[in-house]
């Protein structure tokens, strides 16, 4: 059961892939299913709530035979992402860089499995620890400051994970406060402030080797 972009347009490989337009129709689909593969689409880091949670149902009410895969077709997953949603309850999530071949090996890889981790009931306890700031964008120094400082001592967060502080500085025809209005972070935990001639940016959850795409 998948929606149709995972197979980058192709049609269905054989008569027991059932292709769906989105992932909600998948979703559906899925809940009348007990040892079904189950693939969903992730395009944008929006989509990782609602994702999540439909994952976590899945998971919850059809039990350890349901085969749950995620297939990134653009990036949007940072770390926290991917713990939430192994936490949720997915077998394997396909990176964006990752070919068809290789997807489609993975798929047949995990064929017979049983889930054997632990799902947590409470979705909303499992996101707040994984996702503990519900902020974004522009704050004033010392409430960034101090948000920043709720994450870095979260114990519950990786601690080689928690996030990275970037300074930028516009260039001279620039004004940082024109500058600022151009950052509108999307993802919750991405924080702004201004210092100065400087911006600082804290990307929450995003490890080293993944910051030139953030």
């Not at 490989?13 to 992932?23: K, V």
Request: glycine share 6%; charged share 15%; with cysteine.
């Amino acid at each position: 059961l998948a929606h149709k972009s995972v197979l980058e347009g192709a049609p269905p490989l054989s008569n027991q892939w059932a292709l769906f337009d989105d992932n909600t129709s998948t979703y559906h689909r899925a809940e009348q299913a007990n040892a079904a593969t189950v693939i969903f689409s992730l395009q944008h880091s929006e989509q990782i709530p609602q994702l999540a949670g439909q994952i976590h149902n899945l998971r919850r009410t059809r039990g350890s035979g349901l085969k749950i895969v995620v297939r990134e077709m653009q990036t949007a997953l940072r770390y926290s992402d991917e713990r939430l949603l192994l936490a949720c309850g997915v077998n394997a999530i396909v990176p964006y860089n990752a070919a068809m071949s290789r997807f489609l090996t993975l798929l047949e890889g995990i064929q017979g499995q049983t889930y054997n981790r632990h799902v947590p009931a409470d979705l909303t306890a499992l996101m707040q620890s994984m996702q503990p700031l519900q902020e974004r964008g522009y704050l004033p120094l010392n409430a960034f400051c101090h948000s920043v400082n709720l994450l870095v001592n979260n114990t519950l967060l990786p601690e080689n994970g928690k996030g990275l502080l970037v300074a930028l500085r516009p260039v001279p025809q620039l004004k940082p406060e024109q500058a600022l209005t151009l950052c509108k972070p999307r993802r919750y935990g991405d924080l702004v402030t201004l210092v100065n001639d400087r911006l600082y940016l804290f990307l929450s959850s995003c490890r080293f080797s993944d910051l030139n795409t953030a």
